[in-house]
């Protein structure tokens, strides 16, 4: 009987973790298609990299601020598109930057395509093997800050080497945080699908920022 | 780029550590520890994305 009670437990927390894993990615591919449809529109309409700056603080405010107000309720899903839209909306003028260049289109779908192999790859990985990568946490949150820290000091020192250090730091470590996050949804780390999302958007976000200016050092069209 | 875009981004990043001290610290004192083993599967996964991104510079060089 106590056996029978172990499986029916067991059952109810894999189909919860199917539920929470067909959510995350539903809305995760319905927020990207959204912020890539806004970055187009704000290429189109050539918006300045001020507003590109006040449109990614916002963004920021929604994700810290008003995010953990909704997580629990269905306005979180609208929270989570005003958010992608507006990380969307900051990406026009340095995606025009870069297709204004030569051979920037290549670069940039060369990045995009990336990005996606990159993810599909690790989360696939994180997926199949069903490992609990949860012990890498304190690692990769150290070197996030590591990085925010290195990165401000290049705003004013404009180092090369140092801002290409920071793209490579963060491509790692947002691979790393591809691997945390899936694998905390797959083992019941995170139930929440709102959450999980926006984690996930950021990873894909910065890795594509990231792989985008290694991709152009490397191409000779940024320093 | 210009001073205020300069002050800006400096702004957001330093929310952003501050945000972060807490949570990093969390995980430092409370994660999970892994094994020699576990952090072997994590350096695959991660040197096998370092070896694409080699290949996608090789590409576009």
Do not use: C
């Amino acid at each position: 009987m106590e056996n029978y009670g172990q499986v029916v437990r067991g059952r109810e927390s894999a189909l919860s973790t199917n539920k929470v894993l067909r959510n995350t990615y539903t809305l995760l591919s319905m927020s990207l298609l959204f912020s890539a449809l806004m970055a187009g529109v704000s290429m189109a309409v050539g918006i300045s990299q001020g507003m590109a700056l006040g449109a990614m603080i916002a963004a920021i405010v929604l994700v810290w601020f008003v995010l953990p107000k909704f997580e629990n309720s269905a306005g979180g899903i609208a929270v989570v598109f005003a958010f992608t839209g507006l990380m969307g909306l900051s990406l026009g003028p340095m995606l025009s930057y870069y297709l204004a260049i030569p051979g920037g289109g290549n670069l940039v779908m060369t990045a995009l395509g990336g990005t996606g192999i990159i993810f599909l790859g690790l989360s696939g990985y994180a997926l199949t093997t069903k490992k609990d990568f949860s012990f890498m946490g304190g690692f990769l949150f150290v070197g996030l800050m590591v990085v925010f820290g290195a990165a401000l000091l290049n705003i004013f020192l404009s180092i090369p080497a140092l801002s290409l250090a920071v793209s490579g730091g963060v491509i790692l470590l947002m691979s790393g945080l591809i691997l945390f996050d899936t694998s905390r949804i797959v083992n019941g780390g995170e139930t929440n699908y709102i959450r999980a999302t926006v984690s996930l958007y950021l990873n894909i976000h910065n890795l594509f920022v990231h792989l985008l200016h290694l991709l152009s050092v490397f191409a000779g069209g940024d320093d | 780029m210009d001073l205020w875009l300069k002050i800006g981004t400096a702004a957001i990043l330093l929310f952003m550590l501050w945000r972060l001290w807490p949570v990093a610290n969390h995980w430092m004192k409370h994660g999970p520890k892994g094994t020699k083993k576990d952090w072997q599967t994590a350096i695959i996964a991660l040197a096998a994305v370092v070896g694409f991104v080699i290949l996608l510079i090789m590409m576009v060089r």
